[in-house]
């Protein structure tokens, strides 16, 4: 099957589109305690401003013959307290939940934060496409390591993110989970 496939800049239209690929990367249960039932409505509330983690500026979209079919959520991990300081007070707005996270990020690197492609186009390269994408952004603009957290119980992510280059640097306990750290260096593209 032939398409043509488009990565673009998220716009505040694309909203619904990140809160559905935020909540696909954390999984529903997570979803829920992070933004109580209705985090749907939550997720897009972040997306929509400018200073969050899942800020719509921090999102690339990519299309299939105009249909947005995924995205990818990344940022500059010397923005991580920023960012995230403003997502946890929507949530905190929303759920009256003060919440304590540790860093999944530092200065050091780029950080891809959510990726998800729609289940009717998974298997067609799309999310290996979006990575590519925010690989040369940190590489070639921020000049930074690209890096990454994905869970011990998901090694097809695991397989897709090695696929594109990144490599196990280490284990991180984050949200309960036992996570590998992955790097895409800098040196890499030199």
């Known amino acids: 099957m032939n398409y043509e496939l488009n990565i673009r800049k998220a716009t505040k239209s694309d909203a619904p589109l990140i809160a559905s690929v935020v909540a ?5 249960e997570t979803a829920i305690f992070y933004g109580g039932d209705n985090y749907m409505k939550v997720f897009e509330e972040i997306a929509l401003l400018e200073d969050t983690q899942y800020s719509y500026r921090n999102v690339f979209v990519a299309e299939i013959d105009g249909n947005a079919v995924g995205a990818v959520v990344a ?7 920023y960012l995230r300081k403003a997502t946890l007070e929507v949530i905190l707005k929303h759920t009256e939940k003060e919440m304590q996270i540790a860093d999944e990020t530092d200065a050091s690197e780029f950080y891809l ?9 998974r298997s067609r390269g799309i999310g290996a496409q979006l990575i590519l994408a925010v690989k ?3 590489l070639n603009e921020y000049g930074k390591n690209l890096g990454l957290l994905v869970d011990f119980e998901n090694p097809d992510a695991e397989r897709l993110y090695k696929s594109v280059g ?4 280490n284990v991180k306990d984050f949200l309960g989970h036992k996570m590998w750290h992955l790097v895409i260096r800098q040196m890499a593209n030199d």
Not at 113 to 121: F, K, N, Q, R, T
């Open 75 to 81: 940022y500059d991990g010397a923005k991580l307290h």
């Open 24 to 28: 696909m990367a954390i999984g529903e």
């Open 136 to 138: 040369e952004i940190a």
């Open 113 to 121: 934060d959510s990726l998800a492609v729609l289940p009717e186009y």
């Open 166 to 169: 990144f490599e196990r640097m």
